[in-house]
């Protein structure tokens, strides 16, 4: 029996990836090439890319705003999920698409692929949340980062569940969220010169969001090597 890849959620082989999936990536691929067009001039002004943060991106600021009684503007309630949908650049996107497409598939076909759309939007919205509670800065939220971490959280959770259902040592799955929480602090320390470019807050809240999830909704019943 296989201790380490079996117990994560793997599509069955052959499977294509959902189009759900392919829509949700494709949005975020389609709204980074307006905002690169636009940026150059090669597309209307309304999808320049401050324009697009302004309207979609999450805004700590306007946050705390709020918490203090003061009228902001509407696109707070959106932002809190739009956010995750744009990017800072195609390496940005690319990363972060990769990953969602990876775990993505295989969570949906743990749990379906509506699920699997809720669970995107509620981790994305944790961690927005936690990053208005935590950070501080001026900068813009973006990027898919915080769900994909959800997802992370999700399938380790359920890894956790399934390697002590057996009997296992659950060992590797306390030595990848301490990797995980390494990284990011380093990550987080890299980037203290750039405005804290690493939202690792977002990352924290969607992680956490995630791991409670996993009891909500359980996976079908695991297939082991």
């Not at 959620?9 to 307006?34: C, I």
């Not at 009997?167 to 380093?186: D, E, F, H, M, Q």
């Not at 939202?199 to 909500?216: D, I, K, N, P, Q």
Request: charged share 10%; no cysteine; net charge neutral.
């Amino acid at each position: 029996m296989s201790e380490s890849p079996a117990f994560w959620p793997r599509p069955a082989e052959g499977v294509p990836v959902h189009p759900v999936l392919w829509t949700m990536l494709g949005v975020m691929v389609a709204l980074e090439g307006l905002m690169t067009a636009a940026d150059h001039g090669l597309a209307p002004q309304i999808f320049h890319r401050v324009w697009i943060y302004t309207m979609f991106a999450f805004f700590d600021v306007q946050f705390e705003l709020a918490r203090a009684g003061i009228a902001v503007e509407p696109q707070l309630i959106w932002s809190f999920v739009t956010y995750a949908f744009l990017h800072g650049g195609w390496l940005h996107l690319a990363l972060n698409g990769a990953v969602f497409l990876a775990l993505g598939h295989g969570i949906s076909r743990s749990i379906g692929i509506g699920r699997t759309v809720g669970l995107f939007l509620i981790t994305a919205a944790a961690g927005a949340l936690v990053f208005a509670l935590i950070a501080e800065t001026r900068w813009p939220l973006v990027g898919a980062s915080g769900a994909v971490f959800g997802f992370l959280g999700t399938a380790t959770a359920w890894r956790l569940r399934a390697l002590r259902a057996v009997g296992l040592s659950t060992a590797p799955v306390w030595r990848l969220v301490a990797g995980l929480v390494a990284i990011n602090a380093v990550m987080a320390f890299g980037f203290t010169g750039l405005g804290g470019a690493l939202a690792w807050e977002a990352h924290l809240g969607g992680f956490v969001a995630g791991w409670l999830m996993a009891r909500v909704w359980p996976p079908r019943p695991w297939q082991f090597d």
